[in-house]
């Protein structure tokens, strides 16, 4: 069993059985079952500012607690997911429970945005904006304070769906992240088109971006190209903080890393702004 994207995508996110086909329809049923009994839970990880090394915002990341195999990482089930169709409620129950979350710190005085990733078969779904701003209402969150981050591949599988679906959510006040940016294939006339609030580095340029000037390069042009089309930069995978002061100096607005938080659980969130997040 291959999907209908062929086996490139599977052999990618592939873990020890997961190529075994029975195993991947053991995946996606047990998830299935996971969702239902509320095995999922999310992890935060703070978005740091450069220049005043302030926590801005949390970025959810979805975990299975699996009753079995303990803790999962996305790669584990994210792809049985989206090629199954259980990515629609996955996305519902991520969104609920970090718009809950947001609020609740919100009531204790942080006004912090956050961050949830979305998968291209979302934007697919027709009335996906409404149901975010559904969502919103609910919640009380004001649609500035959400940060939905697609990949660079998600904008470019359908494209004009994609930018649709996008200019629907700007339209309703939700923000655009680009995610993993300068490993896709945007287009420059797409990025034309769109109001996007983010572009997110992706990790694997600001790694050696201290010893290779092929990196520095591109680094800088995706912080020259973001700022000149009016959007914030946020640079992904940061480890030390030689590489934090680098990103400043070049003008980059935000960071996220190991160097600051790993994600952490919700309870442990709370304690950022206490024991700083700078270096
Ligand atoms: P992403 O959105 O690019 O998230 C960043 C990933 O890099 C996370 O992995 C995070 O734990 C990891 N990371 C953060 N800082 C560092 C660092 O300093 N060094 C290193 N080596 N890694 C770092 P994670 O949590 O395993 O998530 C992987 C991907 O799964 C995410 O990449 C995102 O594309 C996807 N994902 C996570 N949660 C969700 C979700 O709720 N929905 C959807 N559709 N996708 C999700
Ligand atoms: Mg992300
Ligand atoms: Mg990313
Ligand atoms: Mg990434």
Request: hydrophobic share 40%; charged share 20%; with cysteine.
């Amino acid at each position: 069993y291959h999907g209908k994207r062929g086996s490139a995508d599977i052999v990618v996110y592939a873990g020890e059985d997961m190529s075994h086909p029975t195993q991947w329809l053991v995946v996606q049923a047990e998830l299935r079952h996971a969702l239902a009994r509320d095995e999922l839970v999310l992890h935060y990880q703070p978005k740091v500012d450069l220049r005043t090394g302030e926590v801005v915002g949390v970025e959810a990341l979805v975990r299975w607690q699996h009753p079995q195999r303990g803790l999962l990482p996305p790669s584990e089930f994210l792809p049985a997911a989206e090629q199954s169709g259980l990515i629609e409620p996955l996305t519902a129950w991520v969104l609920a429970r970090a718009l809950a979350d947001q609020a609740a710190w919100t009531a204790t005085g942080r006004s912090w945005g956050v961050s949830v990733n979305v998968s291209a078969r979302n934007l697919e779904k027709p009335g996906f904006a409404d149901f975010v701003s559904g969502l919103l209402a609910e919640h009380g969150t004001p649609a500035h304070r959400l940060l939905l981050e697609i990949t660079e591949t998600a904008l470019a599988a359908d494209t004009r769906r994609a930018e649709q679906a996008v200019l629907d959510l700007t339209t309703r006040g939700i923000g655009i992240s680009v995610d993993d940016f300068g490993t896709g294939y945007t287009s420059m006339s797409q990025l034309r088109g769109l109001p996007i609030a983010e572009i997110k580095i992706d990790r694997t340029f600001v790694r050696d971006v201290l010893e290779a000037p092929p990196s520095q390069a591109i680094v800088r042009a995706i912080i020259a190209l973001a700022h000149g089309l009016g959007s914030r930069v946020t640079a992904e995978g940061i480890e030390s903080p030689e590489v934090a002061d680098w990103l400043r100096r070049a003008g980059c607005d935000e960071a996220q890393g190991y160097l600051y938080s790993r994600p952490v659980p919700w309870a442990e969130v709370g304690t950022y702004e206490i024991t700083g997040a700078a270096s």
